[in-house]
């Protein structure tokens, strides 16, 4: 899919899988028709590079953030529904019922910010964390998140009172670049600069089975919605791996892709990667 022109950052399915959304150097968000391979519309234009996005579970918003805070638009229209100025955001995620929006800065601050995504406005006091966050993930009930914090540690938070019940958990030797909940909300699976990907229980933080080698920086991680399948981006190697979440083996060939691969999106239907 050409027309960015510049690093792309960031890539996202829509909840009806026809669509991608793209967030690149070149400032701008991209939707994409995924049968033809064609731009649906303008890019929608920002003042900096565009370093997340995500997609509400509705379809019907587009969350972009970047080095000047965080965008919210009307996925139908491209207009701009929000504008907040909270600061870099170096990562996001919806909330599974579309209510919150979860942003980490990208200066050295502890804390994951929520934000209404109706309002635009805080949600709450930031929820504070044991390192710099890096990455974010609810749980499927979105009474949880999960965050990688600081070199190598990870942890889960209350949304409702703020508290960290599981960590900080130390299980990796690099900092933990990304984290995914499996669809089930049993397992956290996180990936790292160490080169694994590793698997715990979701409530205890106990490491559940063996980790899974990318022979290469990891990262970016999806899982699949059926949860049994796992797919990696690697930094140095600039290939994609596909895991057998059960075994812990890689299912088929690599996908060398010669780049860094900086995010990776599964579709709906656990087709497409």
Known sequence: FKGHTHRVWC??????????????????????????????????????????????????????????????????????????????????AYSPDGRWIATTPIVSERVVRLWDADTGRPGREPLKCGGEVLCVAFSPDGSQIAAGVGLGFFQVIEISTGKSVVGPIKGHMGHVRSVVYSPDGRLIVTASDDGSIRVWDSKTGI???????????????????????????????GTVR????????????????????????????????
């Open 242 to 273: 596909v895991w057998d979440l059960e075994t812990r083996l890689q299912v088929g060939d690599s996908f060398d892709v010669h780049h860094w691969i900086e995010s990776v999106a599964i579709s709906p239907d656990d087709r497409y990667l």
């Open 11 to 92: 890539v996202a399915y829509f909840p009806d899988g026809q669509h991608i959304a793209s967030g690149s150097g070149d400032k701008t968000v991209i939707v994409w028709d995924v049968e033809s391979g064609r731009q649906d519309g303008q890019p929608l234009q920002h003042d900096s590079d565009v370093e997340w996005i995500a997609i509400s579970p509705d379809g019907r918003r587009i969350a972009s953030g970047m080095g000047g805070g965080l965008v919210i638009w009307d996925a139908m229209t491209r207009k701009v529904v929000h504008e907040i100025k909270a600061g870099g955001v170096y990562r996001l």
């Open 207 to 237: 490491e559940v089975g063996k980790p899974m080698w990318h022979r290469s920086d990891v990262l970016c991680i999806s899982i699949t919605a059926d949860g049994r399948r796992i797919a990696s981006g690697g930094g140095h190697d």
